[in-house]
């Protein structure tokens, strides 16, 4: 609750309300006459189109540098430091992939490590996992021999 006040949001209020409109353009039908029965269907329509446009304009008001978070359109905030740990146990034919997904997210590349933990693979894993971490700089690899325990 501090957090709506701080930010001035109100979303609990917000989403209370909305709550009780969507429940009464609902039940309005069965109360009015049938020629006056889609007048709160067609308003509750008309209103939520017009929020999801205007949230859809505002985001892109709100752009702001990659690696930055606005909490308010002027207030940038730095984002967090992210590991992302992958376990792989023989899996040559999506190991690529998977690593060519992870080095696409849009973070910002100095606060994301990446670690994909061969635990070991009797497939090409491993040798496919080395080359990759040569083309990728932020892949870290660890190669575990089978049976050393936990794992996957």
Do not use: N
């Amino acid at each position: 609750m501090a957090h709506a006040a701080v930010t001035g949001d109100h979303r609990r209020g917000k989403s209370a309300l909305f709550f009780v409109a969507c429940g009464a353009a609902g039940a309005a039908p069965h109360w009015l006459d049938p020629l006056r029965s889609l007048m709160p269907a067609a308003t509750l329509a008309l209103l939520l189109g017009g929020y999801g446009l205007r949230t859809v304009l505002r985001s892109r008001d709100l752009a702001t540098a990659p690696g930055e978070v606005p909490l308010k359109a002027d207030v940038p905030v730095e984002l967090p430091a992210v590991d992302v740990v992958v376990a792989a146990r023989d899996e040559e034919a999506v190991v690529a992939r998977l690593v060519e997904r992870l080095t696409a997210l849009r973070y910002p590349k100095e606060r994301l490590a990446l670690w994909v933990v061969d635990d070991g693979s009797e497939d090409r894993t491993g040798p496919l996992l080395d080359e990759l971490q040569q083309q990728h700089p932020q892949l870290q690899v660890i190669h575990r021999k089978r049976g050393a325990g936990g794992g996957k």
